[in-house]
């Protein structure tokens, strides 16, 4: 194994494999350096695609284990015991029943820190139904607050529910939950609700409501569209710009470059906004992207093109940046943030199910992990789970 780098070398992660936020804080764990092992289960996935090109899997290893097998939660609960966190993302009361809950780990290994991932959380009256992320984030109320006044709420992909509110704070608990571990030798349980993490990000807007500086319905606020000058515009050949020209200084900026004129409607003229957003729509339709562009380039207008992924990565700032660097043939997002003594790093593309389990059971002391899993490890792949 390529030996790691990065803030958390030395900390050892054991993943119970699943789809979409869990797979995503464990891969951040590991960008940082955490020895990943991911459980993949045998039998067909039933997610299509080439395990190869799972850039959530990479900078893990894979061992291969059967839950329903007679030795399958044995194993699962010595790998637990040699770990210091544990990521799991099924429904409310599988892993119990599968003999891996944090109860049968925790006697294991108290100093264990089990990171339970799901939509609804581990209780409630919603906890043993499906979901995915937009049920989560359209129930949290932020993705009311998306979109156009005079339309339907706009989904951000997937980003906003999975992986905002699930994985990155799935990380930080388990960061902090590990700090608490490691101070007192007690582990715990961190219950990582997607609903819960999603609710928490509108935090600033709860405040702004309380305080009548916000109207709790979408494009007629600062900052969801509805002020003119914190808006996206389309120019004369269909490319779209992002403005976010808030502040004075930088609204006079925005001003000048697009040549507005001194008679448009003043920035916070509330009354007169449809007539400033008209205005300012008129002046980007007349030049195109490359033009626009050009005018704004090194500027403090606060404007930007809006870009796809292909034209993201090859766009000089992220480019000097090495933000998107080239790995294996594919073209990804390097590890962030960014630390000067510790830096995180890509050492291991995405695993394979089961390609590790002899290197594993090695380096986790482990030997009977390797001797009982005999299976096709190039052609099995893992039975996921929807948190």
């Known amino acids: 194994m390529v030996p790691p780098t990065g803030p958390l070398a030395g900390?050892?992660?054991?993943?119970?494999?699943?789809?979409g936020p869990g797979p995503f804080a464990a891969m951040l764990l590991g960008d940082l350096g955490a020895d990943v092992v991911r459980v993949d289960r045998p039998g067909p996935s039933p997610l299509a695609g080439d395990p190869a090109l799972?850039?959530?899997?990479?900078?893990?290893?894979?061992?291969?284990?059967?839950?329903?097998?007679?030795?399958?939660p044995e194993l699962v609960l010595a790998l637990a015991e040699r770990a210091d966190l544990l990521i799991e993302g099924y429904r409310p009361g599988v892993a119990e029943r599968l003999g891996v809950g944090p109860d049968a780990c925790l006697a294991r290994n108290p100093a264990l820190v089990y990171g339970r991932m799901t939509g609804?959380?581990?209780?409630?009256?919603?906890?043993?139904?499906?979901?995915?992320?937009?049920?989560?984030?359209?129930?949290?109320?932020?993705l009311g607050m998306v979109g156009p006044a005079d339309?339907?709420?706009?989904?951000?992909?997937?980003?906003?529910?999975?992986?905002?509110?699930?994985s990155l704070y799935l990380a930080v608990g388990l960061l902090a939950a590990l700090q608490h571990a490691r101070t007192t030798g007690a582990g715990q349980v961190v219950d990582a609700a997607i609903v819960d993490g999603a609710a928490h990000l509108?935090?600033?807007?709860?405040?702004?409501?309380?305080?009548?500086?916000?109207?709790?319905?979408?494009?007629?606020?600062?900052?969801?569209?509805?002020?003119?000058?914190?808006?996206?515009?389309?120019?004369s050949d269909g490319g779209h710009f992002a403005v976010g020209a808030l502040?004075?200084?930088?609204?006079?900026?925005?001003?000048?470059?697009?040549?507005?004129g001194d008679d448009a409607p003043g920035q916070y003229e509330t009354a007169r906004w449809p007539e400033l957003r008209a205005r300012i729509a008129l002046r980007f339709?007349?030049?195109?992207?490359?033009?626009?562009?050009?005018?704004?380039?090194?500027?403090?207008?606060c404007v930007a093109p809006v870009l796809t992924l292909r034209q993201a990565a090859a766009h000089s700032h992220l480019v000097a940046r090495g933000t998107y660097p080239r790995v294996?043939?594919?073209t990804q997002p390097a590890p962030a943030p960014r630390f000067s003594a510790t830096p995180g790093a890509l050492r291991l593309p995405p695993a394979r199910p089961g390609a590790d389990t002899a290197e594993v059971a090695r380096d986790w002391g482990l030997p009977e992990l390797d001797r009982t899993t005999n299976l096709d490890r190039t052609t099995n792949s893992p039975e996921r789970q929807s948190s």
């Open 151 to 166: 339309g339907p709420p706009a989904i951000p992909v997937n980003l906003l529910g999975d992986y905002a509110g699930g």
């Open 54 to 72: 799972d850039l959530t899997n990479r900078n893990k290893r894979s061992v291969l284990v059967d839950l329903k097998a007679p030795d399958g």
């Open 11 to 19: 900390v050892r992660v054991l993943e119970l494999a699943g789809i």
């Open 285 to 301: 339709a007349t030049r195109s992207t490359a033009e626009w562009t050009a005018v704004f380039a090194g500027t403090d207008a």
């Open 328 to 330: 294996d043939g594919v």
């Open 120 to 142: 609804w959380g581990q209780d409630g009256p919603l906890a043993a139904s499906a979901g995915h992320d937009i049920d989560y984030t359209a129930l949290s109320g932020l």
């Open 247 to 260: 502040e004075p200084q930088f609204y006079a900026e925005f001003a000048r470059l697009l040549e507005l």
């Open 202 to 235: 509108g935090t600033l807007f709860w405040g702004l409501l309380a305080q009548g500086s916000w109207q709790d319905r979408r494009g007629v606020n600062l900052l969801d569209g509805g002020a003119p000058c914190y808006a996206v515009y389309q120019a």
